[in-house]
């Protein structure tokens, strides 16, 4: 099957990628897959419920990468998937999955993906997700991933997860248990507008001994829109955890930021840095005086900080 | 090729009361000259700056450009015209490289330009170029960014806001050399320098001493600097007894 324009042009604003991969892949369109391959590493195939996919890396495989966007351009659909990741030990894997949404109706389109990972001993895993909407009507575009991570003794993974406009709701949920010498980034990037609504709870379980995990979030709020972040580092055992949380508040928006820090070992150091706060306008001027007009300052400076 | 006449200033203090901060200033900034602005702290040096930039909006008195009343013009318009400030204390940007940075001072600048003005200023491009101008640099660091964005920028007229502050003492000369040979015999240009640096101030062509938001003195070095240099100096120390007259009362 062939992807037609609008189809690919969405595919491109969440994967970067202008034409349909060769490796492994699933390109799932309007709740159904579309095209699906494996290649020698990665299997991609459906789990055993059937209702999603279940992608797995060989142990040991190294420089692979799983591209599994989603894409919805049926109004009114609400599309509900299951997948499940298996990075095999010692392997080394990228995985990009994404969501965009075209809707020009008035009628909702919602897309909700619920993903286990699980990052086996030694292994390590960047997975990129972004979301992207777009539409000329009133329809609304929501997303609502939810992620429970598993990263086993020794591996490592970064989860970095970006939605810049376009998207009218979101409720992202992500649990992570991280096991001995275990590490974990999380990266998010968000700016809202409008009437829109982002909301990311984040929780972290520093299982293991010497376990390690980072969030960072940076977040814009224009509009009228209201996003709530809520990051939660669990240590149960001798560990190091830090949040990370950056948010710039323009118009007449609202930000809620809710770090937690649980300490349950003398040996876990947890820490939290949180600020809100409007373009400082040192900024603005610094660039102005430059030769920027305002607007193109602050195009500059928000472009950076979500860079 | 610029002119500040009758220039007044006022901000609201504290307590809600106006506070004159510029008092009746006239100076004229003729092309092809460095001028040394010095004088104590909170003598309102930083302020002219910033409303020859525009950051400050005078309350009364008019700023020509060439001849072009300049006075209600934005910032960004004061800029295009030809107007540059390296701020005293820089802002920082998160995920702004030093690269963009400079980009955006001299739009078109090809890499081979960039990397020479951070080489002037005593960075080297290899080390700096991809950096953040965030929180991982020091403050001399920032200040050597800020200077090399001017210089790069070379517009009619550069303010350099205490380019020494910050940075180590062996350099400061050098940078401070730096400024008064690239604009010193340059007929088309102006710069003006505010420094406390007493090797640097005699080089310059004039000095203006501002003092309570006031020209205190104003000559050629050669004319003034033997009579104000020790005045300045129990100024800045905060040692002086009595009416300080820079040698000019
Ligand atoms: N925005 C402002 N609000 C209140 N007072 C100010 C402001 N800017 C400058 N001042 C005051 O004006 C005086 C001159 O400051 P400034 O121009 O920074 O002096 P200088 O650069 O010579 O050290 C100081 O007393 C300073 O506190
Ligand atoms: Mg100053």
Redesign the interface.
Known sequence: MELNKLEMDLLKSITDLETVPSGALNIRLNGKAVMRQSSPNISVGPNDEGTGLKVEIKPGAVNETVHVPVVLTQPGLLDKVYNTFIVGEGADATIIAGCGIHNDSHAISRHDGIHEIIVKRGAKLKYTEKHYGEGSEQGKRILNPSTVITIESGAIAELEMVQIRGVNDTMRSTVAHIHEKGSLKIIERLLTQEEQRAESDIMIYLDGNGSNAQVISRAVAQGHSYQLFRAALIGKAPSVGHVEC?AILMDSARIRSIPELQAEDADAVLTHEAAIGKI?G??L??????????QEAVN??L????? | MLELRNIFLQVDGESGEKVEILKNLNIDFQKGKVYAVTGPNGGGKTSIAKVI?G?YRQSQGQIYLEGEDISDL???ER??KGI??A?QQ??R????TIQ??MS??S?GADLVRIRSFLRDVGLCPEDYLDRDLGTGLSGGEIKRIEMA?LLL?DPLISIFDEPEAGVDLWTIQKLLGLIVSRYKHNPNKTAVVITHNEKIIPICDEILVVDGGTIAAQGPPEKIWHLIKDDIECKVRNQCQGEVTYGVK
């Open positions: 950056d400082a040192e900024q001027i610094k660039l102005m005086s430059l030769g920027l007009t305002e500059t400076i472009e950076g900080f979500l860079r | 930039m950051i934005s910032v960004t800029a295009q540059g400030y701020f820089p802002p940007f998160k995920g702004i963009d940075v955006i001072a739009p964005q920028r």
